[in-house]
């Protein structure tokens, strides 16, 4: 499997991209919070580790660490706009459910 990006998920990482020149890719991941388990976490990568997981994505390198990895493989990344929200949204087939909130999900 891999991680995909929409267009407009591609425009918004490349725009954080060009603002941090030292930035080799985009890390993406999991850690542990909310009331259903985990969330997502989306922050500029400043180093590949050995053992992460790289996937090039139209230039854009997705960076993602070996304990997240089982958690996300297969989620297409987009980027919605609505008013003066702006954010990341995550279509995640390894998802069993979410928290009623929306911040947090479990998996099998």
């Keep these: 499997m891999a991680i995909s990006l929409t267009p407009a998920a591609r425009a918004r990482m490349q725009e ?3 603002r941090n020149a030292q930035a080799v890719g985009v890390r993406f991941g999991v850690k542990k919070t909310g009331c259903s388990g985990y969330s997502y976490t989306v922050d500029l ?7 992460d997981r790289v996937y090039d994505e139209d230039g854009i390198k997705i960076v993602i660490d070996p304990k997240s990895l089982p958690f996300v493989d297969g989620t297409a990344i987009d980027f919605q706009k609505s008013g003066l ?3 990341f949204v995550f279509d995640n087939p ?5 928290c009623g909130c929306g911040e ?5």
């Design 94 to 98: 390894n998802v069993t459910g979410e």
């Design 45 to 51: 990568a400043d180093q590949i580790a050995p053992d």
């Design 16 to 18: 954080f991209l060009a």
């Design 104 to 108: 947090s999900f479990t998996t099998n």
């Design 85 to 87: 929200n702006a954010q």
